[in-house]
């Protein structure tokens, strides 16, 4: 009996201590996690993230856990990272440990041999050809093209009431087009509108992939885009002249052994491009609109910035000119700090391709990562007064990783030059001209996906009166 005992005791004394073993590694393990609730894999938090405004999803977590926590989204494990110093470390010094990550539905809507979908060398061929085609020198010259599409979009405005998000949507897309292919000469860019519309309601739904669906009939659409785009290559290929704009770069494009990228590859990136410059630029366009209107004193700071130029211009009898959108000091200002107030990017994702420690935290292989951009934009160590809008404290050049809306790193956009320039123009014809009042008292923030203004800020455009004009000149 005692021997039973004895046996007993030590029996469970071997089973007590391995599992203290077990729990203390476990524990060990968790400890080098960052901090954070993971709520229920596979809903997660996700729900909270979509449902709850993101400002204040981050900055609870923030507020608790610190710059580096953990949750589930979508089903997947994550980390969520808000200091400069850590976004800087994933996007920038190891971004070789972090891939860029997309839904599957979302990589076969933009095409799998697009560029955001990549790392290594097919990567740094690929972006070295697209910043080429958006460096200032190769779009300088398509100022003029841009300011006809301005003035002819906003003289259409006058006297109407706009949805904002949908003209400036009209607007982005004309430039894309223009700086994808070089001009509007190609007959097929009309329909391109069309297929656009539909791929990019459904590449912002449910992947649900049934009839009628917005899903199903993006993926019909992204199937005619498809054989658009590879007519329009199959023609430039045929034909001694590659063309101009991205495309004519794309079909140029030699390796080192001489091998051309392949249509698919082109085709790809073709529509990764126009989809990536236009969304984005339309949703700060919207943004510009609505602080603009909100802040008087900074609306007619800009306009007699613009002026100026206006009258330089009309004096010598010219178009705007690439030199004149670098006269334009303050006007830029206002556009930063759109970009960090709005943060239209909140975040992006990243997936660890080992184990990687960070900051003294384990972060697992094939664990996402997310830098939120939206959080170190609007966190007031770097930013006093983060709520309140003004252009001013962007003076003085903001702190190194703290002013990220364009990325950072390898991934960094390649657009941003373009993306300011179109939007230098429309501001300086739009502010000399017209004013806008919005219609409707809706002071919320529609996601689809980017954050804008409820209804796509609906706005009654009036031509700018001559009174307040002549009064100015005197
Ligand atoms: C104001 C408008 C825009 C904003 C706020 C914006 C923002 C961004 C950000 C934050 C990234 C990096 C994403 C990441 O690291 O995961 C990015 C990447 C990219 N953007 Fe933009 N973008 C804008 C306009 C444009 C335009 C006009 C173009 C077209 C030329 C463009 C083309 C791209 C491309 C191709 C990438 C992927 C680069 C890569 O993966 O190497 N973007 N953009
Ligand atoms: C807009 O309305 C004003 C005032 O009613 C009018 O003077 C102007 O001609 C109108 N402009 C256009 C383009 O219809
Ligand atoms: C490369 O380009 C040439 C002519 O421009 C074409 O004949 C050939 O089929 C292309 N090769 C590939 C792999 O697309």
Redesign the pocket.
């Known amino acids: 009996m005692q021997l039973f005992y004895a046996i007993l005791f030590f029996i469970s004394f071997l089973l007590l201590s391995l599992m203290c073993l077990l729990f203390k590694r476990g524990n060990l393990k968790d400890k080098r996690l960052p901090p954070g609730s993971m709520g229920w894999p596979y809903i997660g938090e996700t729900l909270k993230l979509y449902t709850q405004n993101p400002n204040t999803f981050f900055s609870t977590r923030q507020k608790g856990y610190g710059d580096i926590f953990k949750t589930h989204i979508l089903g997947c494990p994550c980390v969520m990272i808000s200091s400069p110093e850590a976004a800087k470390i994933v ?1 920038v010094s190891q971004a070789n440990l972090f891939k ?1 990550t997309y839904p599957p539905s979302k990589e076969m809507m933009i095409g799998p041999e697009a ?2 979908f ?1 790392q290594g060398d097919y ?1 740094s061929r ?2 070295k050809l ?1 910043q080429a ?2 460096l200032p020198s190769a779009i300088r010259g398509s100022v003029s093209e841009i300011e006809k599409i301005v003035l002819r979009l906003v003289s259409s405005w006058e006297n109407t009431t706009i949805n904002t998000l949908n003209e400036m949507k009209k607007f ?1 897309f004309d ?2 087009i223009i ?1 994808a292919f070089g001009g509007r000469s190609d007959l097929e860019t009309e329909g391109i509108k069309h297929l656009y519309n539909c791929l990019e309601k459904g590449y912002n739904s449910m992947p649900l992939d049934l009839p009628g669906t917005p899903f199903r009939k993006a993926k019909k659409a992204r199937k005619l885009l498809n054989e658009r785009i590879k007519k329009m290559i199959k023609r430039r290929r045929e034909s001694q002249k590659k063309g101009g704009g ?1 495309l004519g770069v794309l079909l140029e494009s030699k390796d080192h052994k001489f091998n051309n990228l392949s249509d698919s590859q082109v085709a790809d990136n073709i529509i ?3 989809f ?3 969304d ?2 339309a949703s ?1 366009l919207t943004w510009i609109l609505k602080y603009l209107h909100d802040n008087k004193e900074v609306l007619e700071a800009v306009t007699r910035e613009q002026e100026k130029i206006r009258w330089a211009v009309k004096e010598e009898n010219r178009g705007l000119r690439w030199d004149d959108t670098r006269r334009m000091p303050l006007t830029n200002r206002v556009i930063q700090e759109t ?1 960090r107030a709005a943060s ?2 909140s975040f ?3 997936e660890a391709v080992q184990d990687v420690e960070l900051q003294g935290y384990l972060i697992p292989k094939g664990w996402k990562v997310l830098p939120l ?1 939206r959080s170190i934009h609007h966190c007031a160590d770097f930013f006093p007064q983060p709520e309140k809008f003004d252009p001013s404290r962007f003076e003085v050049p903001p702190r190194p990783n703290t002013f ?13 030059e ?3 320039l ?2 230098l123009i429309l501001l300086h014809h739009l502010t000399t001209m017209y004013r806008w009042e919005v219609v409707g008292n809706e002071d919320g923030i529609q996601y689809g996906p980017f954050p804008v203004p409820k209804k796509g800020l609906p706005l009654k455009i009036t031509a700018r009166s001559k009174k307040t004009i002549s009064a100015k000149i005197n």
């Open positions: 996007l860029p560029i955001f990549h990567h690929l972006k697209v085609s958006f982005a430039v894309a700086s991205l990764g491009v126009i990536a410059a236009h984005t630029t700060v970009l239209v990017l992006t994702f990243r951009f990220l809306p364009f990325g950072n790193g390898v991934h960094s956009c390649p657009g941003s373009l993306a300011k179109e939007i």
